[in-house]
C-alpha cells in the first residue's frame, strides 16, 4: 500500500505513486504510472522518485532548510549582541549623570566635553551609514520573501485540529508544572513539540521544568529555541540568565540579564538576577543598586533582600545588613544560608550567642552542610575566651 494515497489529477487515473524533482518540468509533478506509458517524464527519469523517496527527500530537505534557518538566526543574534555592545559604548561616552559629572577630576571633565563636542558628527556618521546597511538588508529579505511568496503558502501550517491538540497538551502540562511534577510535564511538552516544534509556549516550558530539575545546560538549550522563534522573549531571556547565574557564569548572565531589561526596565527577576551575579563578582555597591531597583518593585522579595543584606554585609555595614536580612527571613524563614548571614552579622557585631541561634536554625535545615556547623564552633570559642580574660 502506497504511503501517501492522492488521487491522479487525470480523470480516470489511479493514485498516484511516483514524482518528478525535474526543475524544467512542467508537467504536473506527482503522478501515476499511466502518466508514465501516454509519455510523461519519460526525459528524464533519473529526476523520477517514488513515493517513499519523495518523504525521504522532503525530510533531508526540511534538515537543510532548518540549517539555513539557524544560521539566518545566528546572524540576528550576531547583530543584536554588536548594536548592544554600540548602544553601551554609546551610554558610556555619552550619558553623565550629575552624580557621574561630580566624581571627575579636571583632566576628565576635559576629555568629556572633548567628547560630546564631537557628538553631532559622530551621529551624523552612525545614523547615515547604519541607515544604509539597515534599507540594503530590509531590501534584500523583502525581494527574497517575494520570490519564495511567503504570504501565499499554507501548506506547512498547523491545521485546526492540531492547533487545538497542541493548545490541550501545553494546558495539560502546564497543570503538572503547576504542581511540581516537572519530569511528568516534559513527556506532555514533548508530545506537543512533535506536532508543533515551534511552539512558543511550550519551548519555554519545558526550560522552566528542566530548571526546577536543576538541568541548567539543558534548560538553556531550550530557552535559545524559544529564543530562535522570538528573540525577546522576556521570560525566556530571564530564564537563561537565571540559569547561567546557577553555572556561575555571572559575566554572561548580566548580559543576557541586561537584554530582558531592554525589553522591560521594570522586570523583577531580571533584575534580582543582575543584582544577585554582580553580588558573587565582589561588586557588593552596584549589587545594592541593582537590589534596590527590585526591591522598589517588591519591598517584600526575598531574594533581592537576600543580595543586598549579603552585599552590606560584605562592606561592613553589619548593622544595616542584620535589618534587611531580618526582613529577607520574614519571608522565608527556612532558608538555612540567609540564616547563616544573619549568624554572620551577629558574629561580626560580637554578638556571638545571639548568633548561634541563627546558625543552630540554618543547621537544623541543612545538616549536611559543615559551614553552619563551624560557624557555631566558632562562635562558642569566642565566647570561651571571653569568659577566660573574665
Not at 549579603?310 to 532558608?335: F, R, V
Not at 543547621?363 to 570559642?381: G, P, R, S, V, W
Request: net charge neutral.
Amino acid at each position: 500500500m502506497s504511503v501517501i494515497r492522492v488521487k491522479c489529477q487525470k480523470e480516470q487515473h489511479e493514485f498516484v505513486e511516483l514524482a518528478c524533482l525535474n526543475k524544467q518540468c512542467k508537467a504536473n509533478r506527482i503522478y501515476c504510472h499511466q502518466c508514465l506509458k501516454n509519455g510523461d517524464h519519460v526525459a528524464h527519469p533519473k529526476d523520477q522518485k517514488n513515493l517513499i523517496e519523495l518523504i525521504d527527500y522532503f525530510h533531508n530537505l526540511g534538515k537543510e532548510s532548518e540549517k539555513l534557518i539557524q544560521n539566518l538566526c545566528l546572524m540576528v543574534e550576531q547583530l543584536k549582541d554588536l548594536m548592544f555592545q554600540l548602544n553601551q559604548e554609546l551610554r558610556t561616552k555619552y550619558q553623565f549623570s550629575k552624580e557621574r559629572l561630580q566624581s571627575l577630576n579636571t583632566k576628565q571633565l576635559n576629555q568629556a566635553l572633548d567628547q560630546i563636542i564631537q557628538y553631532d558628527d559622530i551621529q551624523i556618521i552612525i545614523k547615515n551609514q547604519l541607515q544604509i546597511c539597515s534599507d540594503n538588508m530590509i531590501k534584500q529579505i523583502q525581494i527574497q520573501m517575494n520570490e519564495l511568496k511567503l504570504d501565499q503558502v499554507k501548506i506547512y501550517q498547523l491545521n485546526q485540529q492540531d492547533q487545538q491538540k497542541v493548545k490541550e497538551l501545553y494546558q495539560q502540562a502546564y497543570n503538572l508544572y503547576y504542581d511540581d511534577k516537572y519530569e511528568e510535564a516534559i513527556k506532555i511538552l514533548d508530545a506537543a513539540l512533535q506536532i508543533d516544534q515551534n511552539h512558543l509556549d511550550s519551548l519555554y516550558l519545558k526550560a522552566k521544568c528542566l530548571t526546577w530539575l536543576s538541568n541548567y545546560k539543558d534548560a538553556i538549550i531550550w530557552t535559545d529555541k524559544a529564543l530562535l522563534i522570538n528573540s525577546n522573549h522576556l521570560d525566556s531571556l530571564s530564564t537563561k540568565a537565571q540559569c547561567l547565574r546557577w553555572l556561575s557564569n555571572y559575566k554572561d548572565a548580566i548580559i543576557w540579564a541586561d537584554k530582558a531589561l531592554l525589553i522591560n526596565s521594570n522586570h523583577l527577576d531580571s533584575l534580582s538576577t543582575k543584582a544577585n551575579c554582580l553580588r558573587w563578582l565582589s561588586n557588593y555597591k552596584d549589587a545594592i543598586i541593582w537590589a534596590d531597583k527590585a526591591l522598589m518593585i517588591n519591598s517584600n522579595h526575598f531574594n533581592s533582600l537576600s543580595t543586598k543584606g549579603d552585599s552590606l554585609l560584605q562592606l561592613g555595614e553589619y548593622e544595616e545588613a542584620l535589618k534587611i536580612i531580618d526582613q529577607a527571613l520574614n519571608q522565608s524563614p527556612n532558608s538555612p544560608y540567609t540564616l547563616y548571614l544573619g549568624g554572620e552579622c551577629l558574629k561580626s557585631l560580637q554578638r556571638f550567642e545571639e548568633a548561634i541561634v541563627y546558625y543552630d536554625k540554618a543547621h537544623q535545615i541543612d545538616q549536611n552542610q559543615t559551614l553552619y556547623k563551624n560557624a557555631k564552633a566558632e562562635c562558642e570559642k569566642k565566647i570561651d575566651n571571653y569568659k577566660c580574660v573574665q
